[in-house]
């Protein structure tokens, strides 16, 4: 990969633009509250930041297939630079205004979505089809990494000066910019079809489309219902800390070090692959899971705790990248960005219910008790992933639809 220069452009431009989002979603945070003490004030900018998630990904999806991807990151990206240069002025004129930030953070996580899916495919586009593994191992652990940095980095920036975490996104989201003009591979999208075709039916047919495929239809449906658990796991481990005397520090270090682990499994995600092939990986992971997370409910021990959650945080970049492999590869171009957002609002979805059954299960039960709760789910997943992905029929399916899909793809040159 070191020596495809279109997806090193792809992959520093991408990588930039989502250390500067890290850095200015927190520094949202800080603003607001160290201006006005507000934390409603300060909920309402998150809010606004997080619907895009929910309202703007399948519309994304459905443009982003139409549209010439080159230009499309160029314009959200040349959107962002604007939008988020503005609360750098602002700030640093003193002004802060919540209408503003709100209208801002919207904006720039709209067009964020829409350049992440364009990059995406984009990669799909300048990269062999014997690399794909490789490219987005490499995306995956870029994305892991920009989590790591981008929160402290936006706050030590903010302790700078306050403007700084946005002029650093500012500048970030325009090196992104420079960095697809550059790309000399065909960026424009795939076949399309004759007519005027209207958005409600271009997302309709990415739902037909992920719901026809079996396979990707349950290793989706898996990451759904194991992300709802994920939601508990990380908010016991917060409970478990303090309720033991631990410190917030302690827990930092605990999430810190999940973080590296994550990291670390993405990274090692497409060895995995070639050593055990997507469907093996799929059920490697989730039947891991189901040995590691009732360990949870049996110490109280800081350290332990955080190897078994970094062991599963681990595993969790590796099926993470297995996971995005499967879907490239059964998934024509003209139909990649559709079933990205199709894929992204359904877990963002989990996210939010992971959330809420998060704070209802740990009120109603011990931590222990929550914790056997959360094994006892994961162990049934496990089980679906064995069911639905061993045996010669779920092999024979894999071939089949990756054979429809190679017809579908012309390897770029």
């Given amino acids: 990969m070191r020596r495809n220069r279109d997806f090193l452009l792809l992959w520093l431009g991408s990588g930039l633009s989502a250390l500067g989002s890290r850095a200015s979603g927190i520094g949202y945070t800080l603003l607001v509250y160290w201006s006005t003490g507000s934390a409603t004030a300060a909920g309402l900018v998150g809010f606004a930041a997080l619907l895009p998630a929910l309202v703007v990904q399948l519309p994304a999806g459905a443009w982003v297939d139409r549209w010439d991807r080159r230009r499309t990151m160029v314009w959200a990206n040349l959107g962002r630079v604007v939008s988020i240069g503005s609360v750098a002025v602002t700030a640093a004129l003193g002004v802060v205004s919540i209408p503003h930030l709100m209208v801002v953070a919207f904006v720039d996580t709209s067009l964020g979505a829409i350049y992440v899916l364009a990059e995406r495919v984009a990669v799909f586009r300048v990269v062999p089809r014997s690399q794909l593994g490789t490219a987005i191992a490499a995306n995956e652990s870029r994305g892991r990494a920009a989590s790591l940095a981008g929160q402290p980095l936006g706050t030590v920036l903010f302790g700078f000066l306050r403007w700084s975490p946005f002029g650093f996104a500012a500048l970030a989201h325009l090196v992104a910019l420079l960095s697809s003009l550059f790309v000399r591979g065909d960026l424009t999208a795939g076949e399309r079809k004759p007519g005027r075709e209207t958005l409600r039916s271009r997302i309709g047919e990415g739902f037909r489309f992920v719901w026809g495929q079996k396979y990707l239809r ?62 093996r990986v799929i059920m490697t992971v989730n039947v891991s899971w189901a040995l590691l997370m009732p360990l949870i409910a049996l110490t109280t021990n800081a ?66 008790a929550a914790m056997a709760v959360v094994g006892a789910a994961m162990a049934v997943i496990a089980l679906l992933a064995v069911v639905g992905f061993a045996g010669r029929a779920a092999a024979e399916a894999e071939r089949t639809e990756r054979a429809a899909f190679d017809l579908e793809r012309k390897d770029p040159s």
């Fill in 303 to 368: 350290w332990l705790l955080g190897l078994v959650y970094a062991l599963i945080i681990f595993l969790a970049g590796v099926g993470n990248v297995a996971g995005m492999v499967y879907q490239v590869r059964t998934t024509p171009e003209n139909m990649q960005a559709r079933a990205a957002s199709i894929a992204t609002v359904i877990t963002s979805g989990a996210n939010s219910l992971g959330a809420l059954a998060a704070g209802l299960l740990l009120d109603a039960l011990s931590t222990t």
């Fill in 218 to 279: 349950r290793a989706l449906s898996l990451l759904t219902a194991s992300n709802v658990l994920f939601q508990v796991l990380i908010l016991g481990l917060i409970v478990i800390v303090k309720d033991n005397g631990g410190s917030p520090e302690l827990v930092g270090l605990l999430l810190g070090a999940n973080a590296v682990a994550g990291l670390l499994g993405s990274l090692c995600g497409n060895v995995a692959l070639r050593w055990l092939g997507i469907r």
